[in-house]
């Protein structure tokens, strides 16, 4: 694959994947382009744009082995030797990210939640081990951490971000409700949860 | 106001008046539109332009007047009345966005939370009532609700989402890691949890 795979197509491929993980777990082995862009939301033209553009294609009679296509979709998403995620801040949604992804993606793994309450660290909560924030920077180190997840209050994230950057992160998903700054080589996701229900209720109002 | 504002105008307005709430709390009574687009890492002309938008023009020599450029934000995003929210699903995800809102958005409350867990519903959790999910539609009804928010699993978000629409819901965010069909005229927001970390993952991949 010479050609950099554009942001919106490892977007879909990541939905897809999940979609046919649900297939599977529903006992089947096939699935035809049109009924993937159906399930996710798409049309079957840009299903098939994408899974050509991974270098796959289905046969006309049975679509897409969906296991082979799982595979081929792990090479293009997955590292082979598995990728580690620090989280930074232990609250609500915290807890609710680490126990989504225990267990369920062998390859991407949290292996460490950083907070500074005395009462969170030095624990295992939802299956991951929890150091105090000081320890940031060893354990990310010790742990060949590379993606750091920031689940903290708005006033200490920048602070945070600059942590991860300083120990080598080299991506960022943000879910504090305020943008950061991180050097340009540093991948930075934001997820505001204020600025997705303002929207939200923005529509309402001028839908009455 | 007649033309309509785009909806990525709308997103700033939202991230413009957290920090300007921000530093009102530090004790700032003017901004300048160059400190207002470092704080939310924008550039200053894009600060004015969307200022403008809005018909608000601060003094070159002291800036924009904090507490009037608020409540300009707050005219056009905020309803008057205030707006009624509900959440179907009160696992850790819920609980970290009802903390978050409770109290903190006079104009925008959660005011009820739906599950079919026994042990969830017919009580006050952070604030909020909760109700069983075979009550939606008559709360939705009885409690004036426009906006629906969907932290379910993602087996059952398309039918929670039809629950939703069916009570007369306008807006929805979707936090459930699955795609959500709804018809034409319902805003619907997807935050999925799982496809930001994939991103950030294949980022950091490719960084190593």
Same mark, same amino acid.
């Not at 929890?130 to 951490?145: D, N, V």
């Given at each position: 694959?010479?050609? @950099?795979?554009?942001?919106?197509?490892?977007?879909?491929?990541?939905? *897809?994947?999940?979609?046919?993980?649900?297939? !599977? /777990?529903?006992?089947?082995?096939?699935?035809?382009?049109?009924?993937?862009?159906?399930?996710?939301? =798409?049309?079957?033209?840009?299903?098939? =744009?994408?899974?050509? %553009?991974? $270098?796959?294609?289905?046969?006309?009679?049975?679509? *897409?082995?969906?296991?082979?296509?799982?595979?081929?979709?792990?090479?293009?998403?997955?590292?082979?030797?598995?990728?580690?995620?620090?989280?930074? $801040?232990?609250? &609500? !949604?915290?807890?609710?990210?680490? +126990? *989504?992804?225990?267990?369920?993606? @062998?390859?991407?793994?949290?292996?460490? %939640?950083? #907070?500074?309450?005395?009462?969170?660290?030095?624990?295992?909560? +939802? $299956?991951?081990?929890?150091?105090? !924030?000081?320890?940031?920077?060893?354990?990310? +180190?010790?742990? /060949?951490?590379?993606? $750091?997840?920031?689940?903290?209050?708005? %006033?200490?994230?920048?602070?945070?971000?600059?942590?991860?950057?300083?120990?080598?992160?080299?991506?960022?998903? &943000?879910?504090? @409700?305020?943008?950061?700054?991180?050097?340009?080589?540093?991948?930075?996701? &934001?997820? #505001?949860?204020?600025? +997705?229900?303002?929207?939200?209720?923005?529509?309402?109002? &001028?839908?009455?």
């Amino acid at each position: 694959m010479k050609q @950099p795979i554009p942001i919106r197509t490892i977007e879909r491929l990541s939905l *897809y994947r999940r979609l046919l993980n649900m297939q !599977l /777990e529903a006992g089947k082995l096939n699935v035809f382009s049109h009924e993937l862009a159906i399930l996710g939301k =798409r049309t079957p033209a840009q299903v098939r =744009r994408d899974l050509m %553009a991974i $270098g796959y294609s289905g046969s006309t009679r049975k679509g *897409y082995d969906i296991e082979k296509l799982i595979e081929k979709i792990r090479i293009i998403l997955d590292d082979p030797i598995g990728q580690r995620i620090a989280m930074a $801040g232990i609250g &609500n !949604l915290g807890r609710a990210i680490l +126990s *989504y992804f225990m267990g369920r993606r @062998p390859k991407l793994s949290i292996v460490a %939640a950083f #907070d500074v309450d005395p009462d969170k660290v030095d624990r295992v909560i +939802s $299956g991951c081990r929890t150091y105090h !924030l000081s320890k940031m920077e060893e354990i990310i +180190s010790q742990e /060949e951490i590379t993606i $750091g997840i920031i689940t903290s209050p708005a %006033a200490v994230a920048q602070e945070i971000a600059d942590l991860y950057v300083k120990a080598g992160v080299k991506a960022l998903v &943000n879910w504090a @409700p305020i943008p950061l700054e991180v050097p340009e080589d540093v991948f930075l996701e &934001n997820r #505001d949860i204020v600025m +997705s229900v303002e929207k939200a209720a923005f529509f309402a109002k &001028n839908h009455k």
